[in-house]
Each structure stands twice: as structure tokens, then as C-alpha cells.
């Protein structure tokens, strides 16, 4: 729910209980108060009453009016309190009865008590309550509608620099030249938002400029001084006059040369993904990419004698073509590498996920470490740099990796989100 959806609901969801609240309790003041003035009307008709028996010595005649009924009974030796009480009014003129408001008392006269009862019509008292209620009720629906209006289209109008500058966010992409436009705002908590932004924007850009040029450089400063020494190193290794021990020592150099490049091309290509700095995108028919990397492995695994099966239906990814070549050179690799003479490497592919088996040792690696930097095991040859590398593909494009050890198999299987997978042909 959007902040102003959420705002206008707390806003009316308060409003109305304060005014429903309030209306009940205004109305029962109001009724409170229409009743005390009714009693304090019947207390003025005892009053005349009993002044006029104290004066006359006589009961005064019934009256029935249309405003006031009154009546007397002899009491024999009870005494009625007196009490004010709702009942039933009968008006001579109307047909029917009307709510009414009573009194009820005793009164001596000649040493007889007698029981009065005084009766007066409410109607024009509840006619007014009715008006009153009425009124409330209009101002509070007049209320909430003007509430809703203003919450729908004037606070909208305020909340528009602050969607203008989310939509520019959304948009920012690091490695575009566009630049972030200023968004004017009369607000100041907006008008602070868009300078953090704007500076937060700039700020970005240049870090990622100078990130680029580090990685370029290095890149470049550092591959060739490599290929010096292994050009250099390949002229010596020619040389029919080396002997075995310098032989040796020359070919451990070599080796040791082309782990570093391995190494350099690793890290750089780690900080171009961590940094989101490749950026092509095309479609690829995942199940053909597989089968040409295992035609390029195909030596490397006659060498081991490893048997590979594939499982693999037609799947359509849009992705860069250099990570995901990356992905499954590094994938193949690791089984290839991980796995022992006549061992077996299964690959499967459908709709959901990929996974890669291969045999090796009985052992469970830790799910969690394994995908760690440097992270390798004690004979191996390798960077240690090749699962943190299939992580970091899979973290770009929001995929899922899992490691586990089933029935002898290391499985690394990478399942596709579903909010990010592209069409699957079948």
C-alpha cells in the first residue's frame, strides 16, 4: 500500500470514530439535557399543583389539554414517591399515542393522601432531537466528504515531486550517461530529498567511473607484464640446452605465471559483476551453449575418462553471453576438476532450474563456505575463485544456487526466479 493510500485510510478510519464518537455522545447530551428541562417542566406543574391545594383547600379539577394531562387517586395508607418516568401520551386531538414524559407523587389533603399524576407531551422535544441529529449527521458526511477530496486530489498533487524523483531512482542506471534531473519541490523535506539524491547521484557516477578506469588499467598493467614473462618463459623452455633441474624450475614459473593471469582475470571479472559493469543482454538457447562448452571440454574429459550425461529440454535465456559462458565454463571446470578417473558428470536442464552432478569425494562440503573467495580444497590447481564467480552471476540475475551431496553426486543446481525468467520454448 502507497504511503498516501495508507495516510488518507488512517486519516478517515480516525476521523470517522472521532465524529461517530462524538455524535453519539452529543446525542445523548442533548437528550440529557431535552429531559431535564421536560422535568423541570412537570416540577413546575407539581408546584402549581400543591400551591394551589395548600391555597384552596380542594383538589383542583383534572386537566386534559393538549400539552398536559394530570389525574388524582385517593391512596388508602400507602405514600407513592415522586418520580419522573417515561410513558405513553394520549393527545384527544391525534389518534394514536405519543411518547410522553410523567411525574408521579403524593399529596395530603384533609388528612387523605392522594397519588397526582402529570403527563406532557415529548413530540416537539424528539422533533427537535430529530433536527439536531439530522444536522449532525449531514455536517459529518459533508465532513468526510471534504476530508476524502482533499486527501484525493490535493495531497496527491503534494506527493508528486516525491514519485518523480522515485521514478528517476528507478530509472538511474550507473553506467548511462544520462544525468539525474533536479525535481522542484515547494516542500522542503522533498526539496532535501531531491539535493541528497542528486548529490547521491553524482556521487555514484563518478565512483563508478573511477572504478572503471582502475579495473581497465589494472586490467591492462597488469596482463602485460604476464604475457612478458610467459613469452619469455616459452623461450626458454625451447632452449635444448636446459637441464632437467632447470627444466623444472622453469615450468613450476610458467605454471605459476598463468595461475596469476588466471588469478587477475578472476578478481576483475569479479569486480565487473559486483559492480554491475557488464551490462549486454541477448537472448541464448541455454541448452545449445551446453552442449558447445562440453564439445570445448571434450578433451579434458577424455583425458579423465569421465562419462557425462545430459538431460537437457530447450530453454530460452535473456542474459549476457560472456557471464553466462563464464557460469558454465566455471560449472564444467569444477565437476570436471572435483571428479576422479571413469568418474560421471550428469547435467540437467528443464524449464526451472539447471543442475550439475559430478562424482568425487565422499565427503559433504559445507553448502555455505564452499561458494566462499579462495575457497578450495587441498590438491586442487585452481583459482579457489570459480563458485564465488557462479554466485556472483547468479545474485545479478536474482538466481537461486543450492549445494548438496545425494548418493554420492555433488549437486549445484541453480533455479530460475519465476519473476525473472524469460520464455521457455518447449
Given at each position: 500500500?502507497?504511503?498516501?493510500?495508507?495516510?488518507?485510510?488512517?486519516?478517515?478510519?480516525?476521523?470517522?470514530?472521532?465524529?461517530?464518537?462524538?455524535?453519539?455522545?452529543?446525542?445523548?447530551?442533548?437528550?440529557?439535557?431535552?429531559?431535564?428541562?421536560?422535568?423541570?417542566?412537570?416540577?413546575?406543574?407539581?408546584?402549581?399543583?400543591?400551591?394551589?391545594?395548600?391555597?384552596?383547600?380542594?383538589?383542583?379539577?383534572?386537566?386534559?389539554?393538549?400539552?398536559?394531562?394530570?389525574?388524582?387517586?385517593?391512596?388508602?395508607?400507602?405514600?407513592?414517591?415522586?418520580?419522573?418516568?417515561?410513558?405513553?401520551?394520549?393527545?384527544?386531538?391525534?389518534?394514536?399515542?405519543?411518547?410522553?414524559?410523567?411525574?408521579?407523587?403524593?399529596?395530603?389533603?384533609?388528612?387523605?393522601?392522594?397519588?397526582?399524576?402529570?403527563?406532557?407531551?415529548?413530540?416537539?422535544?424528539?422533533?427537535?432531537?430529530?433536527i439536531i441529529t439530522t444536522i449532525t449527521l449531514v455536517l459529518v458526511l459533508g465532513l468526510f466528504l471534504v476530508l476524502f477530496l482533499t486527501n484525493r486530489y490535493l495531497l496527491g498533487d503534494l506527493w508528486k515531486p516525491f514519485y518523480?524523483?522515485?521514478?528517476?531512482?528507478?530509472?538511474?542506471?550507473?553506467?548511462?550517461?544520462?544525468?539525474?534531473?533536479?525535481?522542484?519541490?515547494?516542500?522542503?523535506?522533498?526539496?532535501?530529498?531531491?539535493?541528497?539524491?542528486?548529490?547521491?547521484?553524482?556521487?555514484?557516477?563518478?565512483?563508478?567511473?573511477?572504478?572503471?578506469?582502475?579495473?581497465?588499467?589494472?586490467?591492462?598493467?597488469?596482463?602485460?607484464?604476464?604475457?612478458?614473462?610467459?613469452?619469455?618463459?616459452?623461450?626458454?623452455?625451447?632452449?635444448?640446452?636446459?637441464?632437467?633441474?632447470?627444466?623444472?624450475?622453469?615450468?613450476?614459473?610458467?605454471?605459476?605465471?598463468?595461475?596469476?593471469?588466471?588469478?587477475?582475470?578472476?578478481?576483475?571479472?569479479?569486480?565487473?559483476?559486483?559492480?554491475?559493469?557488464?551490462?549486454?543482454?541477448?537472448?541464448?538457447?541455454?541448452?545449445?551453449?551446453?552442449?558447445?562448452?562440453?564439445?570445448?571440454?571434450?578433451?579434458?574429459?577424455?583425458?579423465?575418462?569421465?562419462?557425462?550425461?545430459?538431460?537437457?529440454?530447450?530453454?530460452?535465456?535473456?542474459?549476457?553471453?560472456?557471464?553466462?559462458?563464464?557460469?558454465?565454463?566455471?560449472?564444467?571446470?569444477?565437476?570436471?576438476?572435483?571428479?576422479?578417473?571413469?568418474?560421471?558428470?550428469?547435467?540437467?536442464?528443464?524449464?526451472?532450474?539447471?543442475?550439475?552432478?559430478?562424482?568425487?569425494?565422499?565427503?559433504?562440503?559445507?553448502?555455505?563456505?564452499?561458494?566462499?573467495?579462495?575457497?578450495?580444497?587441498?590438491?586442487?590447481?585452481?583459482?579457489?575463485?570459480?563458485?564465488?564467480?557462479?554466485?556472483?552471476?547468479?545474485?545479478?540475475?536474482?538466481?537461486?544456487?543450492?549445494?548438496?551431496?545425494?548418493?554420492?553426486?555433488?549437486?549445484?543446481?541453480?533455479?530460475?526466479?519465476?519473476?525473472?525468467?524469460?520464455?521457455?520454448?518447449?
Amino acid at each position: 500500500m502507497k504511503l498516501a493510500s495508507h495516510y488518507n485510510k488512517v486519516t478517515i478510519v480516525v476521523t470517522l470514530s472521532v465524529l461517530i464518537v462524538g455524535a453519539v455522545i452529543y446525542y445523548f447530551a442533548i437528550n440529557h439535557i431535552a429531559r431535564t428541562l421536560l422535568d423541570d417542566h412537570l416540577s413546575e406543574e407539581v408546584s402549581e399543583v400543591i400551591g394551589y391545594v395548600n391555597l384552596k383547600k380542594e383538589l383542583p379539577k383534572q386537566v386534559d389539554f393538549d400539552e398536559d394531562q394530570t389525574t388524582f387517586a385517593l391512596l388508602k395508607d400507602q405514600h407513592v414517591p415522586t418520580r419522573f418516568y417515561d410513558t405513553l401520551y394520549n393527545n384527544p386531538k391525534l389518534a394514536g399515542t405519543r411518547a410522553g414524559r410523567a411525574v408521579e407523587g403524593t399529596m395530603a389533603l384533609n388528612d387523605r393522601l392522594y397519588r397526582f399524576n402529570i403527563i406532557i407531551s415529548k413530540e416537539s422535544t424528539e422533533y427537535l432531537l430529530q433536527i439536531i441529529t439530522t444536522i449532525t449527521l449531514v455536517l459529518v458526511l459533508g465532513l468526510f466528504l471534504v476530508l476524502f477530496l482533499t486527501n484525493r486530489y490535493l495531497l496527491g498533487d503534494l506527493w508528486k515531486p516525491f514519485y518523480r524523483i522515485l521514478g528517476q531512482l528507478k530509472a538511474f542506471n550507473v553506467s548511462e550517461p544520462v544525468e539525474f534531473n533536479r525535481v522542484e519541490s515547494k516542500i522542503d523535506e522533498f526539496a532535501e530529498l531531491d539535493d541528497a539524491v542528486y548529490l547521491m547521484a553524482k556521487r555514484v557516477k563518478g565512483d563508478y567511473q573511477n572504478l572503471k578506469h582502475f579495473t581497465d588499467n589494472a586490467s591492462h598493467e597488469m596482463l602485460t607484464p604476464l604475457a612478458v614473462i610467459t613469452s619469455k618463459l616459452d623461450t626458454f623452455i625451447q632452449d635444448e640446452t636446459l637441464r632437467k633441474e632447470q627444466f623444472d624450475q622453469i615450468q613450476d614459473i610458467y605454471s605459476a605465471a598463468g595461475k596469476l593471469s588466471r588469478l587477475n582475470q578472476s578478481l576483475l571479472l569479479l569486480v565487473k559483476i559486483e559492480n554491475d559493469l557488464i551490462t549486454d543482454t541477448e537472448e541464448s538457447e541455454l541448452q545449445e551453449v551446453i552442449l558447445e562448452k562440453l564439445k570445448q571440454f571434450q578433451e579434458l574429459l577424455s583425458s579423465k575418462e569421465i562419462t557425462v550425461e545430459t538431460a537437457l529440454t530447450v530453454k530460452k535465456l535473456k542474459v549476457s553471453k560472456y557471464l553466462i559462458d563464464i557460469l558454465l565454463n566455471n560449472l564444467i571446470s569444477n565437476a570436471i576438476r572435483h571428479n576422479y578417473s571413469n568418474g560421471h558428470i550428469k547435467i540437467i536442464l528443464t524449464g526451472s532450474h539447471l543442475v550439475f552432478e559430478n562424482t568425487g569425494s565422499a565427503v559433504t562440503l559445507d553448502s555455505t563456505a564452499i561458494f566462499n573467495r579462495f575457497r578450495k580444497g587441498s590438491g586442487s590447481e585452481g583459482t579457489g575463485l570459480g563458485l564465488a564467480i557462479v554466485r556472483n552471476i547468479c545474485k545479478v540475475y536474482e538466481w537461486t544456487l543450492d549445494y548438496k551431496f545425494v548418493d554420492g553426486f555433488h549437486s549445484f543446481e541453480i533455479r530460475w526466479n519465476q519473476t525473472e525468467i524469460p520464455q521457455v520454448l518447449h
